[in-house]
């Protein structure tokens, strides 16, 4: 072999091995002609088995719910719902407790009387309710005598009221889901203070049960306003 093919092998051989050692600089990826360059870290990490930035967000505090005007409490819906009170001489007494329980509660009390313990008529107070209900300048009405009897007959006379006597609560229940009446009677000499308490709570948060009821005390009404001719 001439020198001159032995220095230009020679000469291929020092340039293979000088190239191999600029590349070797920067490695190579496995299986890949692309040199493993390092770069800069993202500021975002990816996730593993994804090209997705893995980015970090703030959490936001948990939103409070909106405060509904419509949850309103029991004083609140009652309030501006006028009760007529009234009694006699022998229901004055405890007409005067119910009177300021129901003004705690919430509700615009009307007191007709009597004002004192001595002897009355109680026509004359079951009456005075009873005509501030028919008239719609009370929402209902509450009467008290010794034994509520007349003052019950007395304030059915009037026309538009369903007047009833309640002796316990499931009477007042009653009274109130199915006849829709709108004036209570109570006896203050049949009852203790305590139980006309729960009878008066019970009988003015009672809703009308509606349903076959409507048809029945639609039939009250008819006849009442037929006597009225």
Sequence with gaps: MADAEIAQIVHRVVQQAFG?????AADTLPGSGQPNTPTESNATDTLPGSEQPKTTTESKP???LPVSDKNIDTEEQTTKKTIAIGADH???VLKSILKDDLAAAGYVVTDVGTHSPEAVDYPDFAHAVAKLVSLGQAWRGIVIDGAGIGS???ANKVP???ATLAYDLSSANNSREHNDANV???GA???GTNLAKQIVQTWLTTEFGGGRHVRRVDK?????QEHRK
Aim: charged share 20%; aromatic share 4%.
């Design 20 to 24: 191999l050692r600029e590349s070797s």
């Design 220 to 224: 009250i009404t008819a006849i009442d």
């Design 90 to 92: 022998g229901g004055f």
């Design 184 to 186: 209570l009677t109570l």
């Design 189 to 191: 000499g049949l009852i």
């Design 160 to 162: 538009g009221v369903r």
């Design 152 to 154: 019950c007959m007395v």
């Design 62 to 64: 948990a939103e409070s």
